[in-house]
């Protein structure tokens, strides 16, 4: 199986220096690495050039676009390989190692439509954070509701943008979960998960930033409106935060029997109620 990489970058010369080099580290080298320079401004195409004798493999482009996606797209149609991880500027990968390891998982695995690891949050104090994601639990249409499946330590088998589509460049921030939406949930594909620490993720990014929580929210309602019946989408709006507060209440016996305790009293208590309301009416 090959595998291409994708790097995302405009005007962070620093932050692709940083990936650049985690890239240049692997101790796998046969990988195609695709680098996408939205016409930077700054030093990022020096900086390509300053590390483009380290890979075999490397092809990119400094040119504009508009936005994000747009070059995501404009990375995946310049792919080769077989499998694709998309890792922006300031990201990195965790161990030099890391690339060899998922290579050898996508092979034990039988060459999954997709593969995912842990992402550790990296934040600007300097804490970090392994988010494990799914952690190999069944993805459902109530885990997406409210979350999303790690981009940058996915490997995506690259038949599948074909099957599904490229990334909506009509959206800002959550298209690439929109895409899980579509291939995991709707088209069924089954996603396998690897316990090993990937990539480090910049938790500075845009889709981290507070003031996009609330374009975050309004790009997701858009696309829940397009893709999910309204009958069904109106059962999440109601039902998901219980649902998800029964599910950490099944995490404690003593809790759940508590709440199954109360919750039969109360339902005894309204047959009486009711009972007796209707015995009152019919005399």
Same mark, same amino acid.
């Given at each position: 199986?090959?595998?291409?990489?994708?790097?995302?970058?405009?005007?962070?010369?620093?932050?692709? =220096?940083?990936?650049?080099?985690?890239?240049?580290?692997?101790?796998?080298?046969? *990988?195609?690495?695709? !680098?996408? &320079?939205?016409?930077?401004?700054?030093?990022?195409?020096?900086? !390509?050039?300053?590390?483009?004798?380290?890979? /075999?493999?490397?092809?990119?482009?400094?040119?504009?676009?508009?936005?994000?996606?747009?070059?995501?797209?404009?990375?995946?149609?310049?792919?080769? +390989? #077989?499998?694709?991880?998309?890792? @922006?500027?300031? &990201?990195?990968?965790?161990? $030099? &190692?890391?690339?060899?390891?998922?290579?050898? /998982?996508?092979?034990?695995?039988?060459?999954?439509?997709?593969?995912?690891? @842990?992402?550790?949050?990296?934040? $600007? #104090?300097?804490?970090?954070?392994? &988010?494990?994601?799914?952690?190999?639990?069944?993805?459902?249409?109530?885990?997406?509701?409210?979350?999303?499946?790690?981009?940058?330590? /996915?490997?995506?088998?690259?038949?599948? *943008?074909?099957?599904? +589509?490229?990334? #909506?460049?009509?959206?800002?921030?959550?298209?690439?979960?929109?895409?899980?939406?579509? /291939?995991?949930?709707?088209?069924? =594909?089954?996603?396998?998960?690897?316990?090993? #620490?990937?990539?480090?993720?910049?938790?500075?990014?845009?889709? =981290? @930033?507070?003031?996009?929580?609330?374009?975050?929210?309004?790009?997701?309602?858009?696309?829940?409106?397009?893709? !999910? $019946?309204?009958?069904?989408?109106?059962?999440? =709006?109601?039902?998901?935060?219980?649902?998800?507060?029964?599910?950490?209440?099944? %995490?404690?016996?003593?809790?759940?029997?508590?709440?199954?305790?109360?919750? %039969?009293?109360? *339902?005894?208590?309204?047959?009486?109620?009711?009972?007796?309301?209707?015995?009152?009416?019919? +005399?």
């Amino acid at each position: 199986m090959t595998l291409s990489i994708i790097t995302i970058n405009r005007n962070n010369a620093a932050g692709l =220096e940083k990936t650049m080099q985690s890239m240049a580290s692997q101790t796998f080298k046969e *990988f195609e690495y695709v !680098i996408i &320079d939205g016409a930077s401004t700054d030093d990022s195409v020096e900086v !390509i050039k300053k590390f483009e004798p380290q890979f /075999a493999h490397l092809k990119w482009v400094s040119e504009p676009d508009s936005g994000i996606y747009n070059a995501m797209n404009k990375g995946l149609r310049m792919t080769s +390989g #077989d499998y694709v991880q998309i890792l @922006n500027s300031a &990201d990195g990968l965790a161990l $030099p &190692d890391v690339t060899e390891k998922m290579l050898s /998982a996508l092979e034990k695995a039988g060459s999954p439509s997709i593969l995912y690891g @842990n992402m550790i949050k990296c934040f $600007p #104090d300097g804490r970090k954070l392994v &988010d494990k994601c799914f952690a190999g639990q069944e993805i459902t249409m109530l885990g997406m509701y409210t979350g999303t499946l790690n981009h940058d330590p /996915a490997y995506i088998r690259r038949d599948l *943008f074909e099957k599904y +589509g490229y990334y #909506d460049e009509t959206l800002k921030i959550v298209s690439d979960w929109k895409w899980y939406l579509q /291939a995991i949930i709707l088209g069924g =594909e089954k996603p396998q998960y690897v316990d090993l #620490d990937v990539t480090l993720f910049d938790m500075t990014g845009i889709s =981290e @930033n507070a003031n996009s929580k609330s374009k975050i929210k309004e790009e997701r309602e858009k696309v829940l409106k397009e893709l !999910i $019946p309204i009958p069904y989408l109106h059962d999440y =709006e109601r039902y998901s935060d219980d649902i998800y507060l029964m599910r950490r209440v099944h %995490r404690h016996p003593w809790a759940y029997k508590l709440v199954w305790f109360i919750e %039969r009293c109360l *339902f005894k208590l309204e047959k009486r109620q009711a009972k007796k309301h209707n015995n009152q009416v019919w +005399g």
